[in-house]
């Protein structure tokens, strides 16, 4: 595996908090800590946008290649006119908001945030905000894909149908023993992965073609410099296809069935592992993408 940094002419001093790969390019979607949102165009490693925030980025994503969505500690819902640089604010929660997601689906926006709601933003519609749903805890980490949204609250996991967002058609209460850290929808098949605090991940899948779920739970513990494990949390999780997750300290490469590990990057310099985005399709390369931060947050590529 061939791997390059991502080097910016104006630095990100601060945190990473996501990157995201547009749907249809190698343009890369940056959140950070330091109040800004880049779009990164990865193949010319060219930066095409900058917007300046009042507040900490916590998430962002794409609305598609020409809009993007931001998600601020001070609660503010931004979108963004990728071509023209426009931002303006679509709405607020009562805290900070963690999580951001578009469905193209049903062309909703969907956020959740430490005041323990989610809410189904219309960004066609006159009034924006259309759907809200208080629950009984703040929501850590959440996933789309299709209908599904997957949300975790505490070590539980809970999936909704976004066409009925009133109850959840799935739970998994203490789904692990821990707290989850991540949560990561399957692209390719019905399910969700999940990583936990203390190092480890648990997949939940459902293949069309197999009657049976599959469903399995192991630990990722990287290896330290002594070649000892040591318990680590999991901070992000991507498919590529290969199952790729992230914890604070390294990348381990997996493949889902065979429940094999097919390589771990580890840096030569102290570094937490923030965030990590692939990308596969009929338009673009092979490619995988983490952020980790240190003294100067830096983006990593991998073909």
């Known amino acids: 595996m061939n791997g390059s940094c991502l080097e ?35 193949d010319c490693s060219q930066l095409r946008l900058e917007a300046s925030s009042e507040a900490a980025l916590l998430d962002c994503c794409f609305q598609d290649e020409s809009v993007a969505f931001s998600a601020g500690s001070d609660g503010s819902i931004t979108r963004y006119d990728l071509q023209s640089g426009i931002s303006n604010k679509i709405g607020n929660h009562d805290d900070m908001v963690t999580c951001v997601e578009y469905s193209t689906e049903t062309r909703q926006e969907i956020t959740a945030g430490f005041d323990k709601k989610i809410i189904d933003w219309d960004m066609f519609g006159a009034k924006p905000l259309v759907f809200l749903k208080n629950l009984d805890a703040e929501v850590e980490a959440m996933s789309l894909s299709g209908f599904e949204l997957i949300l975790v609250v505490g070590s539980s996991v809970f999936i909704y149908d976004l066409r009925n967002l009133d109850q959840s058609v799935q739970s998994n209460e203490s789904c692990m023993d821990v707290p989850i850290r991540c949560v990561s929808s399957i692209p390719y098949s019905k399910g969700y992965a999940v990583g936990s ?8 899948i459902s293949y069309p073609s197999c009657s049976n779920n599959m469903g399995y739970m192991f630990r990722c513990h990287p290896k330290s410099s002594d070649r000892r494990n040591h318990v680590v949390l999991v901070n992000d999780i991507a498919f590529n296809p290969l199952y790729v997750h992230f914890n604070q300290d390294d990348l381990i490469a997996w493949d889902t069935k065979s429940r094999r590990r097919f390589f771990e990057v580890i840096l030569s310099v102290p570094f937490v592992v923030t965030s990590c985005s692939a990308t596969l399709n009929k338009y673009i390369t092979n490619l995988l993408s983490f952020a980790y931060c240190c003294l100067v947050a830096q983006t ?3 073909h």
């Open 197 to 204: 605090v203390d190092g480890r991940v648990k997949l939940d």
């Open 8 to 42: 910016f002419e104006n630095p990100i001093r601060d945190a990473i908090s996501r990157i995201r790969f547009a749907p249809q390019s190698n343009n890369l979607l940056i959140s950070s800590w330091e109040s800004s949102l880049r779009l990164l165009e990865v």
């Open 300 to 302: 990593v590529l991998h």
